[in-house]
């Protein structure tokens, strides 16, 4: 069992706390009790805090609450009925679309960089994680810095090692960080209408942005969750089944929590014939595989050097279908007539049938219908870890991905080399892979926890044009992580030129092309400044 840093809550936080928090001393813990949109507005919070959700409870959300009813109260109350009536209806009848309608709020903490890649792999559910832009990662818990530590690594030989050379890398990036920040304030003024918070934090997320990547993948992180229980049910089968001793761990604390709250929802988990034998089935697959694998792409056989993204897969006539496609909710006819009819039109014909499909555009936001599911592309990438967590958080796609390693090099940010501190985080770079090649051997899913999230991960993305239009169009807007603009911009290319679909890639006009600014948080932290300045002057209704 890892270690987990408990908080000290009085005892009037903790009679608060209780009605609220499933537990108060464990990293897991369920949402009861309280309004939708209060669990909502709290996690929002929550990613872009430093602070524990039940911290953060206590100090920003408890005062505008009612906690002075009933103190009894508790969220197993009220459930004996429900369950008998949901063991009817589905456990012996197996209707499961009835665990679609139960939800719960789950909150895990001081999960490690990896552990919430497996959190957040489950299409029908929504996560919100902490961020490296907002958020110094150089404060410590419990006198430590916020890493994960494994329980047998920290046991055998190379405990001492992984300890020493985890706090260096984090003593690094304590170093770069107020180093980087001094570099693009003496770089990058002030401007006469920005107050010193706008700039402050503007020049905050560039600096995390810009040394984020000497952090290794054991760095710490909190992760919100809503799913139903359908879905917790599918993804705690996965995780029990994982190799990866932490994403074990915490599948036992998530069940644990998730019971008190959706008992019945999650009845047939730990079922030797039914979670369980899935939970093999996949573990005795990804088994063969990997040994089929290892014969087939020996480790001394030497890496390609392909661009950073591939287009591996398309359709030639994708645009032709796209119209059919376009076509067919708006006629009668059946889609062998749509598509004999169009393949008759002329090229400006097709066109039209398009522009008419795209409409006036106002935003990103305004995107057209499921006519635009029906291309599809595959792109291979090979990026920096730190590109990876973000891409990956988008579900509405086929995304996989390798075992991260030191193989394919990392990625050090211009910036870096600007402020003259390359050689700082070169080293860092190299106490990195030194440690993962230690670990490797003795304990292979255990040695990513050591890999900086400078070094490169391949990784497929494969995505209808729809979904494209939507990851391409957010994850290039000039305030985003240089890293993964890059990315999304090549992409956006590559469906121009590499597939020839310009009028597919010409209907996402908002991709940014452009440079970014030098402080890309600028403009974002300006509007919410214009927000809260709004929302402090606005009349107090009680008082009108």
Sequence with gaps: MPTYIAEDFSAAEADILRRYFTNLDQPVFALVNLPEVVKGALFARYSRSDKSLRRLFLEEFVGDLDVSGDESIDATIGLRRAEELYDRIFFEYGDDS?????????????????????????????????????????????????????????????????????????EVYAELVPRMADHFRARIPKAPGDSDFVYRQAISAKAFDAVRGVLPAASLSNVGIYGTGQAYEALLVRMRANPLPEARTYAELMLAELRKVIPSFLKRVDLPDRGEAVGDYAADCRDRLEELAEDLFPDDAPLSDPPMVDLTDFDPEAEVKLVCAALYPVSNRSDREIERRVRLMTVDERLAVLSAFEGDRGNRRHRPGRALERPSYRFDVLSDYGAFRDLQRHR???????????????????????????????????????????????????????????????????????????????????????????????????????????AIAAMMSFVDHSSAPELERLESERRSEQKRTKRLNRPDSSTA
């Design 98 to 170: 009835v665990a679609q309608l139960g939800g719960v709020h789950l909150a895990c903490e001081q999960a490690s960089n990896l552990l919430t890649k497996i959190l957040e792999w489950g299409r029908l559910m929504s996560y919100l994680e902490q961020s490296t832009r907002y958020i110094p990662y150089d404060t410590r818990l419990g006198g430590r810095y916020r890493y994960h530590r494994d329980p047998a690594v920290l046991s055998s030989a190379l405990g001492a090692r992984y300890i020493s050379d985890m706090d260096r890398l984090f």
């Design 396 to 502: 509405m796609l086929t995304l996989d991905w390798q075992r991260l390693s030191a193989a394919h090099g990392f990625v050090r940010p211009p910036e870096v080399d600007d402020a003259g501190l390359s050689d700082r985080f070169d080293a860092a770079m190299e106490r990195s892979r030194g440690l993962h090649d230690a670990l490797e051997p003795a304990f292979p899913d255990q040695a990513p926890y050591a890999v900086s999230l400078a070094y490169r991960v391949r990784y497929m993305m494969h995505m209808n044009a729809r979904e494209a239009m939507h990851v391409i169009e957010l994850r290039t807007t000039p305030q985003g992580h240089a890293s993964y603009r890059e990315v999304c911009q090549q992409m956006h290319n590559l469906i121009a030129d590499e597939a020839g679909h310009h």
